[in-house]
């Protein structure tokens, strides 16, 4: 199995800024695509950022200006830099990954972090 851990999450106040960090962990694959989710208590998870391994970035139009995704793929780090962070903002922020698996069949495989909070307050 892949593991996903988030860390970098807490409360900060309107206009500040964090870094969220998703390590991936395991043996014998590859990382296709990094993605970050959020998901807000009564509503519908939804993509933040996503970067694939051919280097293409979609971010959500409510971010766009103020996160940046970015990747270190020699230690299978993805990584989500918020700046001006608002209210609105608050969720719980989850880490997907689709990878290749080391076996006969490159299988592809998708995995989902345990979220890291996120709570933007005065």
């Known amino acids: 199995q892949v593991q996903l851990v988030e860390s970098g999450g807490g409360l900060v106040q309107p206009g500040g800024s964090l870094r969220l960090a998703c390590a991936a962990s395991g043996s014998a694959f590859s990382i296709n695509v990094m993605d970050w989710y959020r998901q807000a208590p009564g509503k519908q998870r939804e993509l933040v950022a996503s970067?694939?391994?051919?280097?293409?970035?979609n971010y959500a139009d409510s971010v766009k200006g103020r996160f940046t995704i970015s990747r270190d793929n020699a230690k299978n780090m993805v990584y989500l830099q918020m700046n001006s962070l608002k209210p609105d903002d608050t969720a719980v922020y989850y880490c997907?990954?689709?990878?290749?698996?080391?076996?006969?069949?490159?299988?592809?495989?998708?995995?989902w972090g345990q979220g890291t909070q996120v709570t933007v307050s005065s």
């Open positions: 970067l694939t391994s051919g280097g293409n970035l």
């Open positions: 997907y990954t689709i990878v290749t698996k080391g076996d006969a069949l490159r299988s592809r495989e998708i995995y």
